[in-house]
Structures are given as structure tokens and as C-alpha cells.
């Protein structure tokens, strides 16, 4: 493996052995052993010995997956529930052996997982960090001289010296992050256990993930908050099914695979009723090279979307702060009884800045068949900057069916004077009383 690789997966596969019930899993242990021993004397007298039953069924939770990550690279790795994340990360760290395929590992791995931290309940905080720390290859000099820290950026406290049993899972996850970044390893392995921490502690570790990074560290990222994904990574993965179904040196491509994933979709069906689709506008050239992702049945669908001023004429550039609207013209082939309908409004890297929907709003909307018009007013407390529309419409009269999605749909840009930080537009007025 070239010394710049940091981990490579080749054709990773685990395969588990599902038993319907104990009785399968006491008769595979022993009837395969007895039929061995017994084979001898049947072929004796049985030409064409039976074949050995098994009382399993074979559910392939990883299949042929494969990737390269380079020294110094972030990799996020999305899925839905039970796609394959643990079982990779676990393969990867050693304490899942796969059935088949290859992994190398370049350096020293430290893991930062939600099931298995590998801490022992009964020992304290300080006992488990020595032990993993030995586990991990450190000197006991190294471990003396790097405690404090650990205890210090955990923030535990003089829960250090209590068993990990008495533990939060927010203490339990502080304890880890801290424990593994002071091990100084070369690949670091995160999954969603850092969800589980409060939002200062995610946020002083998100900082710290960030210093790592720009030390080299390689970081295999697994989450389900895309925005992290699109900040962080270099590249990512989807799994589904113990697959990969998207992999992209750019991570909102994922995300968009992901975010796809994640709605139950029905796909456009090609018929004579859904032929006004082609007659929906499309914005592409104001989308700057962002192709739009179009998703549902389109039994119902946006034809047109625009953005309007108080004068109700149409614009795409806005001041922060000033009153928008955004006007959509639907067209639906049949009556739909509650719908939810929604827009987002994110940012170039992909990061929701802000968004409303009709649920949130707790409006119920129903749907007549033919055009309707759908009109959301609010102020634009966004700062400066670009902007892309996401809008979606979905059937909620039963079980939730996707009948229009566009992401994204338009392009805006605001403007301001006045500058400021973050997502929201709303400039403080300041005030120094006994100054100049
Ligand atoms: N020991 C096991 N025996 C049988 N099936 C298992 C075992 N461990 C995991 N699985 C199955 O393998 C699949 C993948 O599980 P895995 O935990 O890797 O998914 P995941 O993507 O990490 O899910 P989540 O987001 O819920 O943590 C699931 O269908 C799970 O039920």
C-alpha cells in the first residue's frame, strides 16, 4: 500500500448466520459435527451421501465494499439505519472479523464508538483511560504526563475517579473523545456516540476535530447530520444495504444520494397524465452548474416557483431582512386531502440556513384536482450571500408518499450593508456608555 493511503478497504464483506430460532442454532452446532463423524461409515454403504443441511440463513450486512483514504483525508460515511456503518467501522478497528475482503490500516487507530468504547463498567474513568491508553500502545510515563489534559478537556471533574457504571451517557461519551484524541493517533474513528454529548461539549469537540485535521490526522467520520458531512469530509460514502451506492470526492453529492434515501420516494412514473412535467419550469442556468434533483410520483408538482418583492414583481436579488415571497403554481392530477408542503433555504456548502414548513406552521393544506397557487411570506433575516431553494410536497393522508421534491429549485442572492456572522441577519445596535 502506498505510504499516502491511510486505510484501504478491499471487497469488505460480513457475513451473520440468522437462526429463527435457539433449537436452529443448538442443531447447526451439533448435527454438522455429527455428520462429519458419521461420514466414514456412510459412504460405505451410501453412494451419494446428503448434503449437510444448514439451519441458518445467511444476512450479508456488509457486500463487497471498497475504498482508499488518503493520509490527512476526512471520509464521511452516511447511511440509513442498518445500512453497515458499525460493522465497517468495528471491521475496521479490529474488533469485527469480516468474512471476507482486506483491510490495511497505516498507524496507530484510535475509536471513538457508540457501542463498544471498550471501557470496562466496574473500573473509574481514570483506570479505564490507563487501560485503553496501554491498549493502544502508550507508555505509562506518557499516560502520567497526558492525564490531566484528558481529564481536564473531558471536564469530568472529580467524576474521574468513579466507576464508569455511575456514568451519563453524555459522561460516558465526554470520556471517550477525550481518552482517544490523547492517544495522538494517526486515524481517528468516530461515530454518532458524540451525538449523545451536549452541544457545548460537540462543539469544543467539533474545534478540536478541526485542529486535528490540519495536524494530518486521517478522521473516518460516520453521521447523520449532513451539514457536519458537507463541512468536514473530503470525500464520502453511502451505504444501503450493506453497499456503497454513492461514493464522491464531493460530499453534498452523497448527501443529496443520502437525503434521497432517507424519504420514502416514489419515482416519476412515464405516463400520459404526468406529461405536463415537461412543461414544469426548470431555473438551470441561474443554479450556477448545480444540477437539480427532482424526486416523487409528480402526481402533484410545481410548475413554476418565484420569488416576488412587496411590489409583487419577481426578483432574485434581495436586501437581508426586507419582506420576501415565494410564489409556487401547483399542478395536480387528483384531489389530495392533507399534504405538507416546505422550502429550505441553504447555503453553497449545502447547510440548511433556514427553512418553514406547513407542518411546523401546524397548517393543514389539502389539494384540489388542477392548479393551485401556494404563496409563503416572511422577512429575510439571512446575511449576504447566495442562496438555493429547496422546496417540497409531499401527501400526508396516509402513509407519507413524496409527490414533489426539488433540490434545489432557484438560486437567490441577498445583499447587505451591514455585515455580520453566522445564519441570521439581525444586526445588534450598539451602545458604550462612559466611552467616546
Ligand atoms: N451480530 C449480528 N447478528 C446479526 N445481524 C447483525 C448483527 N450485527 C448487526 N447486524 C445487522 O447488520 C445490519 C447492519 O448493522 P449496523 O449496526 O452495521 O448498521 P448501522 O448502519 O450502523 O445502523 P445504525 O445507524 O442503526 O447504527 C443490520 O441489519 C443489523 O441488524
New binding site residues.
Partial sequence: MSSDIAIKVENLSKC?Q?YDTPRDRLKQFVLPRFKRAVAPIKQLVIRHPSPVTAYYKE?W?LRDVSFEVRRGETFGIL?R???????LLQMICGTLNPSYGNIQANGRIAALLELGSGFNPEFTGRENVFLNSALMGLTADEMHEKMDSVIEFSGLGDYIDQPIKTYSSGMHARLAFSSAIHVEPAILVIDEALSVGDAGFQLKCMLRMREMQEKGVTILFVSHDTGSIVRLCDQAIV?EQGRIVSQDRNPLKCVKMYEQLTRKVAMPELSVRNRSVAHAESYGDELQGIQETRLGSQEARYLRVEFLGDDNQARNVFNAGEEIQIKAVIESNRQFDKVVTGFTLKNRAGVDVWGDNSFFADINLGLNAGISELTYRFRLHVPAGEYFLYIGLADISGERTELDQRWPVRRLTVVSERQCLGFAFSPASIELIGGS
Avoid at 439505519?81 to 460493522?87: D, E, I, R, V
Wanted: charge should be positive.
Fill in positions: 451473520y440468522i444476512f450486512a447511511g439505519n442498518g445500512s453497515g456503518k458499525s460493522t451505504l
